[in-house]
Antibody
Framework: EVQLVESGGGLVQPGRSLRLSCTAS????????MSWVRQAPGKGLEWVAF??????????EYAASAKGRFTISRDDSKSIAYLQMNSLKTEDTAVYYC?????????????WGQGALVTVSS | DIVMTQTPLSLSVTPGQPASISCKSS???????????LYWYLQKPGQSPQLLIY???SRFSGVPDRFSGSGSGTDFTLKISRVEAEDVGVYYC?????????FGPGTKVDIK
C-alpha cells in the first residue's frame, strides 16, 4: 500500500525556517517524481515545487511564491522528500501536501499525503 | 501564468441527478505531443485531494464510471452522470502544459 506521511509542520515566526519531510512507502521511491502542493486555510490548492527522479536528472521546479526561499530535495536511500522553507511569511501559512507524480509530464498526482500544517505567525 | 476558471463555484445536486462543472484555461492546453494536460481532482470534506481524471478524459484507477471528462483546447467539462452522497466535496481542475501548474478556484458540490 502506498503511503506518504508528512512531518515537520508547526508554528513558526515570520522570517524563520522550517523543514518538512515526506516519508514514502509502498513503492520504489527513486522511480518517481515528487511534489509539494499547499492549501491555505479555507482556500484552494497551489502547486509549490517538484523534484524529478534521478533518472531524469533530479532537477527541480518551483512556483514563483517558493522560488529563492524554498528548496525541494530527496533522499532516495531513505525514501524521503523534503521541503526546506526559509524566510517564511505569514502568507505561507497552509497545509502542505506531499504528492507522488505518476507520469513524466503534468501534475498527475496519484497519491497524496495527509498534509502538514504550517502556521507562520508572531 | 495560465489562469484557470471554473463555473459554477458552488453546486447543489439532488442524488441521482447529473452534475456538470466547467473549467476554462487562458491558453490552450494542447501539447505538441498531441496530449491535452488537463486534470480533475476531488477533495472530500476533511480529506486530501484525490485524482479523478487525467489528460481530459482518462479516469484514474478506481474512479467510478459515473465520472467523465471532456473538452479540448481551452474548454473542459467534468460530468457526474448520477450524483451520489459520497461525491460531495470541492472539485478542482488543474493545467499541466506549462509551469507553474495552476489550479482552478474549485467548485463546491453538495447534496440537496
Amino acid at each position: 500500500e502506498v503511503q506518504l506521511v508528512e512531518s515537520g509542520g508547526g508554528l513558526v515566526q515570520p522570517g524563520r525556517s522550517l523543514r518538512l519531510s515526506c516519508t514514502a512507502s509502498g513503492f520504489t521511491f527513486g522511480d518517481y517524481d515528487m511534489s509539494w502542493v499547499r492549501q491555505a486555510p479555507g482556500k484552494g490548492l497551489e502547486w509549490v515545487a517538484f523534484i524529478r527522479r534521478k533518472a531524469y536528472g533530479g532537477t527541480t521546479e518551483y512556483a514563483a511564491s517558493a522560488k529563492g526561499r524554498f528548496t525541494i530535495s530527496r533522499d532516495d536511500s531513505k525514501s524521503i522528500a523534503y521541503l526546506q522553507m526559509n524566510s517564511l511569511k505569514t502568507e505561507d501559512t497552509a497545509v502542505y501536501y506531499c504528492t507522488k507524480r505518476s507520469a513524466s509530464y503534468g501534475p498527475r498526482f496519484d497519491y497524496w499525503g495527509q498534509g502538514a500544517l504550517v502556521t507562520v505567525s508572531s | 501564468d495560465i489562469v484557470m476558471t471554473q463555473t459554477p463555484l458552488s453546486l447543489s445536486v439532488t442524488p441521482g441527478q447529473p452534475a456538470s462543472i466547467s473549467c476554462k484555461s487562458s491558453q490552450s492546453l494542447l501539447h505538441s505531443d498531441g496530449k491535452t494536460y488537463l486534470y480533475w481532482y476531488l477533495q472530500k470534506p476533511g480529506q486530501s485531494p484525490q485524482l479523478l481524471i487525467y489528460e481530459v478524459s482518462s479516469r484514474f484507477s478506481g474512479v467510478p464510471d459515473r465520472f467523465s471528462g471532456s473538452g479540448s483546447g481551452t474548454d473542459f467539462t467534468l460530468k457526474i452522470s448520477r450524483v451520489e452522497a459520497e461525491d460531495v466535496g470541492v472539485y478542482y481542475c488543474v493545467q499541466g502544459i506549462h509551469l507553474p501548474w495552476t489550479f482552478g478556484p474549485g467548485t463546491k458540490v453538495d447534496i440537496k
